[in-house]
């Protein structure tokens, strides 16, 4: 059982078709959205997830294509950027997520995993 994982994150890649088209096909992980907020100069987290195929699922969440309407609104009011790490088990994506969850409580999540956070690395 891992109960740590030391992950490798992208930068921040803009949530648009280029962005998305800088993740390699076919790789698995966790990833996490958040919007520019020029008031403040900040970035927040309103969405995490995961995916077998993060290029495909991070595609789901461009304008066009997002379901969930509270991302939507965000994609509609800023821009939008993503970072994403390849985790290439499911125990190690939902704990993941759990992490990611539990740090930055996004507004836009509707459900999680039901299992334990596992410690990662945010940066």
């Not at 740590?4 to 930068?11: A, F, I, P, R």
């Not at 900040?42 to 969930?68: D, F, I, P």
Request: proline residues 2%; charged residues 20%.
């Amino acid at each position: 059982f891992i109960n740590h994982m030391q992950v490798t994150w992208t930068e921040l890649i803009p949530l648009d078709q280029a962005g998305v088209n800088r993740i390699k096909y076919n790789v698995s992980g966790v990833y996490r959205i958040s919007h520019h907020d020029q008031t403040n100069n900040s970035y927040y987290v309103h969405y995490v997830g995961q995916a077998e195929n993060l290029k495909e699922r991070l595609g789901q969440h461009l304008a066009g294509s997002e379901t969930n309407s509270c991302c939507n609104s965000f994609l509609k009011s800023h821009k939008c950027y993503f970072r994403a790490c390849s985790i290439s088990t499911q125990s190690g994506r939902d704990g993941a997520e759990v992490a990611l969850y539990e740090k930055y409580q996004p507004k836009c999540v509707e459900r999680i995993p039901d299992v334990s956070a596992i410690e990662i690395n945010f940066e």
